[in-house]
């Protein structure tokens, strides 16, 4: 049984990690697809590797990506490796932005999207600390 790509989308600060690494927490056929973002230092999270731009256009030139995108002056990609674990029937969650959504739905079968979202006072709260 093949797993299912889920794309997970929705604004900054609305939670989709949290929410991600809890389903993960529950379900043990559930990987979180590890974004590979051109972002260094501090504001990585277990959820991104980051790396410089040179890096990026390196693996993309050379398929390591699966989808990639460019957002809020960031490049941002999902491994390609995101296939193996959908292949052993592993589902595969993954934060995208809602511009990649179609792309997923091509390049992924099967799909799922989930919409995670907050209220416009606590996205604000939460993008300002």
Wanted: proline fraction near 4%; aromatic fraction near 4%; charge should be positive.
């Amino acid at each position: 049984m093949k797993g299912i790509f889920v794309a997970v989308v929705g604004p900054s600060g609305a939670g989709k990690d949290s929410v991600m690494r809890e389903v993960q927490r529950l379900s043990p056929n559930v990987s979180i697809a590890r974004r590979v973002i051109t972002r260094q230092g501090s504001d990585v999270t277990e959820e991104s590797e980051g790396v410089d731009q040179q890096e990026f256009l390196r693996r993309a030139n050379s398929g390591a990506f699966a989808l990639s995108w460019q957002a809020h002056g960031l490049s941002y990609a999902i491994p390609a490796t995101v296939s193996n674990d959908l292949a052993r029937g592993r589902h595969v969650l993954a934060n995208i932005s809602r511009r990649m959504v179609d792309d997923s739905k091509h390049c992924f079968k099967p799909c799922l999207v989930v919409m995670i979202t907050a209220p416009i006072d606590v996205l604000g709260a939460r993008m300002s600390t």
